[in-house]
């Protein structure tokens, strides 16, 4: 999907989700990396009460014109059925710290920024209702924007 009209602006991205995994810990290896990156240990994250981790894996290519920065704490949300779930800032210092974590292995992705005809990974982390599973994802641009209404963007099914 093209987030853009190639004619507003010369930022382009072309998303893949790659997984949507939820109800598992957060991935032990990013939560190390992370740890050791502030040199100190951190309590393993938990979500809120109630409530179960969901990391989405998207692969973005940059089919626009020059370097671009993206990344899915304000573009990206997580449905269970009509409800939208979002990052909450924890939740993208999670993603924050998947995004070092693949740059350091020599995977970087869109948040760091990214030339033209590159790809990398980037990741969200949601929280939504344990036992629940989303349904949907809603992928958005950071140049759509909406007076009244529901936000322009592209509706992703979940199987």
């Given at each position: 999907m093209?987030?853009?009209?190639?004619?507003?602006?010369?930022?382009?991205?072309?998303?893949?989700?790659?997984?949507?995994?939820c109800?598992?810990?957060?991935?032990?290896?990013?939560?190390?990396?992370?740890?050791?990156?502030?040199?100190?240990?951190?309590?393993?994250?938990?979500?809120?009460?109630?409530?179960?981790?969901?990391?989405?894996?998207?692969?973005?290519?940059?089919?626009?014109?020059?370097?671009?920065?993206?990344?899915?704490?304000?573009?990206?949300?997580?449905?269970?059925?009509?409800t939208?779930?979002?990052?909450?800032?924890?939740?993208?210092?999670?993603?924050?710290?998947?995004?070092?974590?693949?740059?350091?292995k020599?995977?970087?992705?869109?948040?760091?920024?990214?030339?033209?005809?590159?790809?990398?990974?980037?990741?969200?982390?949601?929280?939504?209702?344990?036992?629940?599973?989303p349904?949907?994802i809603?992928?958005?641009?950071?140049?759509?924007?909406?007076?009244?209404?529901v936000?322009?963007?592209?509706?992703?099914?979940?199987?």
């Amino acid at each position: 999907m093209d987030s853009n009209d190639p004619a507003d602006d010369p930022d382009r991205w072309q998303f893949t989700v790659r997984s949507v995994t939820c109800g598992k810990p957060l991935a032990p290896a990013v939560m190390a990396h992370a740890a050791e990156s502030i040199g100190s240990p951190t309590p393993t994250p938990t979500p809120e009460a109630g409530k179960q981790f969901c990391v989405v894996a998207i692969d973005a290519l940059n089919v626009g014109k020059s370097e671009a920065v993206w990344n899915a704490d304000d573009s990206v949300s997580l449905n269970v059925g009509d409800t939208r779930y979002t990052p909450s800032d924890e939740d993208a210092d999670y993603a924050l710290d998947y995004a070092q974590y693949y740059a350091d292995k020599g995977q970087t992705g869109p948040t760091f920024g990214r030339n033209p005809g590159s790809r990398g990974p980037a990741h969200g982390v949601y929280q939504i209702p344990t036992g629940q599973q989303p349904t949907s994802i809603w992928v958005t641009g950071s140049a759509i924007t909406s007076i009244d209404g529901v936000e322009p963007g592209y509706l992703v099914l979940l199987k």
